[in-house]
């Protein structure tokens, strides 16, 4: 199977509504920020890695057709329309370092003319595309050689195809070890109250030809308990410089279980998921999402007593000493996390 999840067609942005999912593969177009505000807020395209490249995307949308008089006020329309997407959704770090990238481009390029500068944003965004492809690939090698064939696999949320470009990071992982022919099996959690597992990630690892399994999210201690569950890999929204990772809300119960049934918990993510300004995982901000998505089964059917009160988080922080291992583009990074975040990663993230 051959997707691409978000891509530049046609001066516009090309990618899969996820909402649709798993009964249809539909794609929309949009060349209006304000449009791409709302597929980004609607969970349309999402992931952490995807939503990198749409922020950037996003901010060429936003300057394609400004007619600046300088510099100084095209940054301006840029920053307008960058402050904009990260009104989007708090979480994910590779929004805000696709904001980043487009705009250091931006900064570096400032003699430059206006359609010049216009030209460099666009090529920067395809840049991380083109990127991700790569690094899902780099991570996925690292990451297949703590698997072992006849592995059971569990996972939450989607981190494969649909949240990168093409490949995914933790399903990559599963991916890689396919291809180097490992017999795996994977248990997906449906993933309350969206259900990315069941709708997404099963959907893509089913089309790839993996024995995939989806399963409440409240059946997971059982099938730890009987001994059904080898490893468990978990993406990542947002990483602190200690290592203590937020990604989809559920990530953190499976790290406790997988602690105490002595199973390797996993988090694989991209060098641009990591954080450095945030220490640890208390300063990373939570999103919290419409009530609806509880009360409600996706959006059809009212699961909740009208007027209840409802608690909607959309993603929980895991500590790092609840993690067996990292799993990135640049190498697998073990504990003490502080020191070997900074070793493995230090010069890419100075970089930026
Ligand atoms: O709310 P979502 O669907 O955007 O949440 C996504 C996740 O939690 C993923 O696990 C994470 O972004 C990593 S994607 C490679």
């Known amino acids: ?53 749409a922020a950037a995307l996003g901010v060429y949308l936003g300057i394609k057709d400004v007619k600046a008089k ?27 370092w696709g904001l980043e990238r487009a705009r250091r481009v931006a900064q570096k390029n400032k003699d430059k003319s206006l359609l ?13 595309i083109a990127e991700d492809r790569l690094n899902c690939r780099r991570l996925a090698g690292y990451g297949s050689k703590l ?11 989607n981190a494969g195809i649909l949240a990168t470009i093409d490949y995914g990071t933790a399903l990559g992982v599963i991916y890689r070890a396919k291809e180097e022919g490992k017999g795996i099996k994977v248990f997906a959690c449906e993933t309350r109250p969206l259900l990315q597992g069941s709708r997404l990630s099963a959907w893509e690892l089913k089309k790839r030809g993996i024995d995939v399994t989806v399963i409440c ?3 997971a201690a059982s099938l730890m308990q009987q001994g059904k569950i080898n490893k468990v890999i978990a993406g990542a929204d947002r990483i602190a410089a200690n290592g203590d990772t937020a990604n989809k809300i559920g990530t953190y119960s499976l790290a406790v279980l997988s602690k105490y049934h002595n199973i390797p918990f996993y988090i694989a993510a991209p060098a641009s998921t990591f954080d ?21 089964l996706l959006f059809r059917k009212r699961v909740a007593p009208a007027g209840v009160k409802v608690f909607n988080p959309a993603f929980d922080v895991t500590p790092h000493n609840l993690i067996s291992a990292i799993i990135t583009d640049k190498g697998v990074i073990l504990q ?10 230090g010069q890419v993230l100075r970089k930026r």
């Open 116 to 128: 010049t500068l216009k030209k460099l944003i666009l090529k920067e965004a395809r840049k991380i």
């Open 336 to 345: 003490p996390y502080r020191e070997n975040i900074k070793r493995t990663l």
């Open 70 to 96: 300088d510099f100084n006020a095209f940054i301006r329309a840029l920053d307008k329309a960058a402050r904009y997407i990260a009104g989007s959704r708090p979480t994910a770090r590779n929004l805000f």
């Open 1 to 53: 199977m051959k997707i691409t999840t978000i891509e530049w067609k046609n001066n516009k942005i090309k990618f899969i509504d996820q909402t649709k999912l798993p009964q249809k593969l539909e794609y929309i177009y949009i060349d209006k920020l304000n449009d791409l505000w709302q597929a980004i807020k609607m969970l349309k395209v999402r992931g952490a890695p995807a939503l990198g490249a």
């Open 147 to 157: 698997i072992r064939d006849k592995d059971t696999i569990l996972t939450i949320c």
């Open 217 to 219: 999210d409240n059946m």
């Open 276 to 296: 450095f300004n945030v220490q640890s995982g208390k300063d990373i901000p939570i999103e919290e999402r419409n009530s609806r998505e509880v009360s409600e």
